[in-house]
């Protein structure tokens, strides 16, 4: 893995992390909310795509993990230097002697947390490369049965760039004719993953077709 630093919208960022979860947390009638800190600016440089695939992978585990009727929060606070981030669930908690173990590949809570939550137990140790990739760190704070805390704190870069104040993204205020057809093509998983999570909020169905092409001697596939 390799770093592609760019000027971000902070807030604009955890706007579209929210909204793009929310659907999930209103399926699980889980509570959702975000808060970004006020003296944190909200232009900074960082890897853009990592940032965003490290607090999607902990706040949809975090819905995951989290019953109905309770809570998760996604918050993002200055600390020094740094930005900390923190996702805060009411969920099914960690025991002690597996908080470390999480962070190893291919490792589960315990052997039933694939069969009732699925997943491969790669998400936390690829999320872990990534923070570290970044030059920050990650750690977790967990009751057995009290819900998790998971903390990622990265450098803060702030940019120089002139930012262009934009309003919150509504997307409740989106309504689309279910007589018409869209054509999406993605080849991104991750952005495909994210497609279908914001149609979902609209209360769209995807019609989902996998098609291979050889370009150039290579081959793509995931395609909607």
Do not use: W
Not at 139 to 148: C, V
Not at 157 to 166: D, H, P
Not at 181 to 201: G, H, Q, R, T, W
């Amino acid at each position: 893995m390799t770093l592609s630093k760019e000027d971000l919208n902070l807030k604009l960022l955890l706007q579209v992390i929210f909204h793009i979860n929310q659907s999930q947390a209103i399926n699980k009638g889980v509570i959702l909310n975000y808060n970004l800190a006020p003296n944190l600016p909200l232009l900074i440089s960082s890897d853009r795509t990592k940032l965003n695939q490290i607090l999607m992978n902990l706040l949809g585990n975090a819905i995951k993990f989290t019953p109905k009727g309770k809570m998760v929060h996604l918050k993002a606070m200055k600390d020094g230097d740094y930005i900390l981030f923190q996702i805060i669930d009411e969920g099914i908690g960690i025991p002690k002697d597996r908080q470390e173990a999480i962070f190893d590949a291919f490792e589960q809570v315990d052997p039933n947390t694939t069969r009732d939550f699925g997943g491969t137990g790669l998400g936390l140790a690829i999320t872990k490369k990534m923070v570290k990739l970044l030059g920050g760190e990650i750690k977790l704070e967990s009751t057995l049965g009290k819900g998790a805390i998971f903390s990622v704190k990265i450098p803060l870069v702030e940019s120089s760039a002139t930012l262009v104040e934009k309003s919150e993204i509504n997307f409740h205020d989106f309504h689309f004719c279910k007589d018409n057809v869209l054509l999406l093509v993605e080849d991104n998983p991750i952005n495909k993953d994210m497609l279908i999570a914001f149609f979902d909020s609209l209360d769209i169905s995807l019609r989902l077709k996998t098609v291979k092409y050889a370009y150039k001697k290579h081959y793509y596939s995931n395609l909607i």
